[in-house]
């Protein structure tokens, strides 16, 4: 069953392979971490077990001192046994919830193993609860490990916020829809940028704000600002919308090409385009240089982990000459990931899912300069002798856009500079 599978065209240049088998990721619980940041009166219930209790915990670290908008509703042994109804026991945490938390406006029952498999129905359950608790929406998605991988969790809960999102008319002006959460200062630069080229009335999904969501419709024109949204382009294309295909604005080249797409799409003139973006672009190849000659002919191996593995690697390839062994990925969405795979280098080894000991015996024969990896991953590499970049702070850092390609850029140099300070 593992034995890899070569793809043929049309999946560019690349050699893709798939393989299966144990994994090493988190599950799609995680997202809550840096969407309850995003979604400011937004609440996230996990209905689980003690074990994603503890997930969330560890991940958020020091988050939870402070008045957090997650928690774990923690199905026990009288719900297991039958003894308890899980639906009675869940309305009463959720309202006594509401009451306490007059701030909260939108809540998020979230799925989990456990849920699943007892077949707790938290659509219902949501549905039942959203006209009891009105105003107050309650929407609900999975973020099981049986369902969902990392960043999944973000498409599943963006997903969510689809179908509920007002409904643009079809007479309105098209407008330009930014889809995938990013940091509030990425934001505010690409719609500076979008502003400085004419496009004025972009909207952001998610907004910070439950009762700020975008309207969709027919003339909406969106692009994706993150790789992994399958379900959620799935469900605005089903609300009419459409997408620009492009690559993802990571880097200067990745940022360029993708404001271009939008550009292009609103009739925005070449000089317009160009007055626009190339100050950004400026600072973002001054502050790429100084990394180039770290990074330049390393040799980097990616852990399937995020789904951002491709832009990245596209990144590190392109902008800061990094040879690449490997490029691993949980899935390959071929037609949202088309124009980054165009961009890899020829012949650039992707793998679409895992299996961990095969993975971990290529990257220990290749001995990368670079291993890019989850946390698990992480310090048992670097016992090995390896450097490791632990691939979740890239989604709880700003790293899209211009002004952030020299940070992004810092990411990938911080532990070979680290390595190189501690054999001196
Ligand atoms: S949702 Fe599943 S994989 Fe995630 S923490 Fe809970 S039990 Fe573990």
């Known amino acids: 069953m593992n034995a890899p599978l070569v793809h043929q065209p049309p999946c560019g240049g690349i050699e893709l392979r798939q393989e299966q088998g144990q994994r090493a990721v988190f599950c799609g619980l995680t997202g809550i971490v840096w969407l309850h940041r995003k979604i400011q009166d937004a609440f996230f219930l996990v209905v689980g077990s003690r074990t994603c209790a503890h997930l969330i915990q560890s991940a958020a670290g020091v988050m939870i001192f402070a008045e957090p908008r997650f928690a774990t509703a923690i199905i026990d042994e009288r719900d297991l046994a039958g003894l308890a109804d899980a639906n009675e026991e869940l309305d009463r945490v959720v309202t006594r919830l509401i009451e306490r938390r007059p701030d909260i406006k939108l809540l998020f029952l979230v799925g989990s193993c456990p849920s699943e498999v007892i077949k707790l129905d938290l659509s219902r359950a949501a549905q039942r609860l959203s006209s009891r608790l009105n105003p107050v929406r309650v929407l609900n998605y999975s973020g099981s490990g049986i369902e969902t991988t990392f960043t999944q969790g973000e498409d599943a809960c963006l997903a969510a916020l689809v179908p509920d999102l007002p409904r643009e008319a079809d007479a309105a002006a098209p407008s330009l829809l930014v889809v995938g959460a990013l940091a509030d200062v990425v934001e505010d630069q690409f719609l500076r940028m979008f502003s400085a080229m004419g496009i004025a009335d972009v909207r952001f999904l998610p907004a910070r704000r439950a009762n700020a969501m975008p309207a969709i419709g027919r003339k909406t024109r969106y692009l994706l600002a993150q790789p992994f949204l399958t379900d959620t382009a799935r469900a605005l294309e089903e609300r009419g919308a459409r997408r620009l295909p492009a690559p993802f604005p990571l880097g200067a080249e990745g940022t360029t090409s993708w404001l271009r797409a939008a550009a292009e799409t609103f009739g925005v003139s070449d000089a317009t385009f160009e007055a626009a973006t190339a100050p950004g672009r400026a600072r973002a190849e001054t502050a790429l240089a100084p990394h180039r000659e770290r990074l330049g002919g390393k040799r980097v191996f990616f852990f399937p982990d995020s789904q951002l593995e491709v832009p990245l690697a ?33 012949g650039t080894r992707v793998t679409e ?7 971990m015996d290529r990257c220990r024969a290749e001995r990368p300069d670079l291993t890019v990896c989850g946390l698990g991953l992480a310090n048992p590499l670097e016992a090995e002798g390896l450097s490791t970049k632990w691939s979740i702070e890239l989604l709880f850092t700003p790293v899209q856009g211009y002004e952030q390609a020299g940070d992004l850029a810092e990411l990938f140099v911080r532990p070979l500079r680290r390595r190189a300070l501690l054999e001196v």
């Open 314 to 346: 596209r990144f590190l390839a392109r902008e800061l000459g990094a040879d690449l062994v490997e490029v691993g990925t949980p899935y390959l969405h071929r037609g949202h990931l088309a124009a980054e795979i165009e961009l890899l280098p020829a």
């Open 353 to 359: 899912g895992q299996s961990l000991d095969d993975q």
